[in-house]
């Protein structure tokens, strides 16, 4: 399968209808509003081809970069919808501009590394070996396993002394005369 929409009519992916690029900014831009401040990368694959473009509105602080990503032939259109659509550079170099993001043509060059860079979370390097905590849980549960295991050693490892009673000493309980004579 080439793609999501291959032989898939856009009428059932896409409701039919002009382009609001302006109405569509300014929904995500609605949508991440609320994030964290910082936190946000707004990616905007389009061709610019849209409908007269609604005024924009202002960049939320959860907004860290807005990234332009022109699509499409910027010198051959393509026939839709009854006129020719195709990539429209200077309108989106002026939305980019207006929201203090980056236009790129995709089509001419990709994206560079540093463009996309922070997006690649590094791991942590393996570590060779236990590390402090799992030696300490380790020697935890082998010191609890020593204990657990005393009894039974000294049942079946242990010496064979045996207690003796004392003949010069008499229990009190031995004798029921001894005390009802007191």
């Given at each position: 399968?080439?793609?999501?929409?291959?032989?898939?009519?856009?009428?059932?992916?896409?409701?039919?209808?002009?382009?609001?690029?302006?109405?569509?900014?300014?929904?995500?831009?609605?949508?991440?509003?609320?994030?964290?401040?910082?936190?946000?990368?707004?990616?905007?694959?389009?061709?610019?081809?849209?409908?007269?473009?609604?005024?924009?509105?202002?960049?939320?602080?959860?907004?860290?970069?807005?990234?332009?990503?022109?699509?499409?032939?910027?010198?051959?259109?393509?026939?839709?919808?009854?006129?020719?659509?195709?990539?429209?550079?200077?309108?989106?170099?002026?939305?980019?501009?207006?929201?203090?993001?980056?236009?790129?043509?995709?089509?001419?060059?990709?994206?560079?590394?540093?463009?996309?860079?922070?997006?690649?979370?590094?791991?942590?390097?393996?570590?060779?070996?236990?590390?402090?905590?799992?030696?300490?849980?380790?020697?935890?549960?082998?010191?609890?396993?020593?204990?657990?295991?005393?009894?039974?050693?000294?049942?079946?490892?242990?010496?064979?002394?045996?207690?003796?009673?004392?003949?010069?000493?008499?229990?009190?309980?031995?004798?029921p005369e001894a005390l009802a004579a007191r």
């Amino acid at each position: 399968m080439r793609n999501v929409f291959n032989g898939l009519p856009l009428t059932y992916a896409m409701p039919i209808g002009d382009t609001d690029l302006g109405q569509a900014i300014n929904a995500s831009l609605d949508l991440v509003k609320d994030f964290p401040p910082g936190s946000t990368r707004v990616l905007i694959f389009t061709d610019g081809d849209s409908i007269d473009i609604a005024p924009l509105a202002s960049r939320p602080k959860s907004v860290r970069d807005v990234m332009f990503l022109g699509l499409g032939n910027p010198h051959k259109g393509t026939f839709i919808d009854g006129h020719q659509s195709r990539q429209e550079p200077e309108v989106l170099g002026r939305l980019a501009t207006e929201l203090k993001g980056e236009y790129y043509d995709v089509n001419e060059h990709h994206l560079t590394t540093s463009a996309l860079g922070d997006l690649v979370v590094t791991a942590p390097l393996p570590q060779r070996g236990l590390t402090r905590a799992q030696l300490a849980v380790l020697m935890m549960v082998l010191g609890a396993t020593i204990l657990a295991f005393i009894p039974v050693a000294l049942e079946y490892l242990g010496t064979d002394w045996v207690v003796v009673p004392n003949p010069r000493r008499e229990p009190a309980a031995a004798k029921p005369e001894a005390l009802a004579a007191r």
